[in-house]
């Protein structure tokens, strides 16, 4: 399986500014997805995001709220913009592999 | 809207004390169902893949089964070590979404 590694691995921000998010992979993948895990909930898929292409969002998200970018097959970010206390919570990234999806550590972020 | 229910939310284990967890599923068209092991401030971990009804995987205490409804994760003699959120999740035929249960916190005592 690919070894994933996500920047910053937390961070405290304040309300109404932007994080964005870091993910590297060891290995070229096609496809890569950013999950939100919020407190005591489980995973939702936010977006898919493929190299050369626009990401797609899942009901419920948006591109103005978490762009998302995709230079190439080993890396991609996820920007959460104009925060509020809702979004806080876990940040996964995950790419598909031969099997199944691998994730990397999170980013546990809180918005004060 | 493919979905994953899990049960129970928490499993308090003695060591020793072999137990299972359930995880019940609707799905357009399973392409697989997938076990993961979570540990707090940790991503989810793979466990297993299983593809079709009556297939069953093992990993040394761990054994998950599969029917068309329902996939079950049963863990012999657990040991403290085994402690950890359980998840659950299911990718349809068509489509690379996960879609994942709430999960089951399994707590292990010495």
């Known amino acids: 399986s690919a070894v994933i590694s996500q920047k910053p691995s937390r961070d405290i921000c304040q309300r109404g500014t932007s994080l964005t998010i870091q993910c590297q992979v060891d290995?070229?993948?096609?496809?890569m997805f950013w999950y939100r895990q919020q407190p005591g909930q489980s995973l939702t898929l936010i977006a898919t995001a493929n190299q050369g292409s626009e990401a797609t969002y899942e009901s419920g998200f948006v591109i103005d709220k978490f762009p998302i970018s995709r230079p190439n097959l080993t890396f991609s970010t996820l920007t959460v913009s104009n925060m509020s206390p809702e979004d806080s919570s876990i940040y996964l990234c995950s790419v598909e592999g031969q099997e199944t999806q691998y994730f990397g550590p999170g980013t546990r972020l809180l918005v004060l | 809207e493919d979905q994953v229910t899990q049960s129970p939310e928490a499993l308090r284990l003695q060591e020793g004390e072999s137990s299972s967890l359930n995880c019940s599923y609707t799905v357009s068209g399973l392409r697989g169902l997938f076990w993961y092991r979570q540990d707090p401030g940790k991503g989810p971990e793979f466990l297993f893949t299983?593809?079709?009804a009556g297939e069953e995987k093992e990993k040394e205490r761990l054994k998950a089964t599969l029917t068309k409804k329902e996939s079950f994760l049963h863990i012999t003699a657990p040991k403290p070590e085994d402690s950890a959120t359980y998840l659950c999740?299911?990718?349809?035929?068509?489509?690379?979404?996960?879609?994942f249960g709430a999960g089951t916190t399994v707590t292990v005592r010495a």
């Open positions: 299983l593809y079709s």
């Open positions: 290995s070229q993948v096609t496809m």
């Open positions: 999740a299911v990718q349809p035929v068509l489509g690379y979404k996960l879609s």
